[in-house]
């Protein structure tokens, strides 16, 4: 990626398959990566990620053309596709490494994603306390090949049918104007 504009956010919602999926139909995302972020240990591996022990979260490293959709935008869609407040916990995967967390890269990234979180408790969007972390971002491991594009490449795959599937159907629904055109 050559373009200067571009601008990157870092965010955890459970299982990086799915929010992977999510984000890449969106208009001006250029390029989601799954990986790993927020823990002790440099370079983990998936088999260590999923002990929990490591503190990493499962996320996605995205980048974004702010012409076309905002930081704002994004954050949005990430509430919408994904429980904020359960802990540790998004459906059937459960741990520290499933938790909804959003990795700032700058000040204005942490005051967006705190207006937003005190915007949907005022009006009590969710029936539950949103329990999403706000850290600054730390070093992203990309996560094997084989976790890339994950959805795209499996959807037959019965986790993306009954996971991802109904959050993809949401985004269509909600978001429908910030779709990729195919």
């Given at each position: 990626?050559?373009?200067?504009?571009?601008?990157?956010?870092?965010?955890?919602?459970?299982?990086?398959?799915?929010?992977?999926?999510?984000?890449?139909?969106?208009?001006?995302?250029?390029?989601?990566?799954?990986?790993f972020?927020?823990?002790?240990i440099?370079?983990?591996?998936?088999?260590?990620?999923?002990?929990?022990?490591?503190g990493?979260?499962?996320?996605?490293?995205?980048?974004?053309?702010?012409?076309?959709?905002?930081?704002e935008?994004l954050?949005?869609?990430?509430?919408?596709?994904?429980?904020?407040?359960t802990?540790?916990?998004?459906?059937?995967?459960?741990?520290?490494?499933?938790?909804?967390?959003?990795?700032y890269?700058?000040?204005?990234?942490?005051?967006?994603a705190r207006?937003?979180?005190?915007?949907?408790?005022?009006?009590k969007?969710?029936?539950?306390p949103?329990?999403?972390?706000?850290?600054?971002?730390?070093?992203?491991?990309?996560?094997?090949?084989?976790?890339?594009?994950?959805?795209?490449?499996?959807?037959?795959?019965p986790?993306c049918?009954?996971?991802?599937?109904?959050?993809?159907?949401?985004?269509?629904?909600?978001?429908?104007?910030?779709?990729?055109?195919?």
């Amino acid at each position: 990626m050559d373009n200067a504009n571009l601008k990157k956010a870092t965010l955890a919602g459970g299982c990086f398959w799915c929010t992977e999926a999510v984000f890449q139909r969106l208009e001006g995302v250029v390029k989601v990566n799954s990986g790993f972020t927020g823990g002790k240990i440099k370079n983990p591996a998936y088999r260590e990620i999923i002990t929990g022990r490591t503190g990493h979260a499962e996320a996605i490293e995205l980048y974004f053309d702010p012409e076309k959709i905002t930081y704002e935008e994004l954050l949005l869609v990430f509430f919408a596709t994904h429980d904020p407040t359960t802990l540790n916990r998004q459906q059937n995967d459960v741990g520290t490494q499933y938790r909804s967390a959003i990795f700032y890269h700058d000040e204005e990234q942490a005051e967006t994603a705190r207006n937003i979180i005190s915007l949907l408790e005022e009006q009590k969007s969710f029936k539950d306390p949103v329990v999403t972390e706000i850290t600054e971002a730390s070093a992203f491991y990309v996560a094997e090949q084989e976790h890339q594009d994950f959805y795209n490449r499996h959807r037959q795959q019965p986790y993306c049918q009954y996971i991802i599937d109904p959050k993809i159907t949401k985004l269509k629904e909600l978001f429908s104007n910030k779709l990729k055109k195919n």
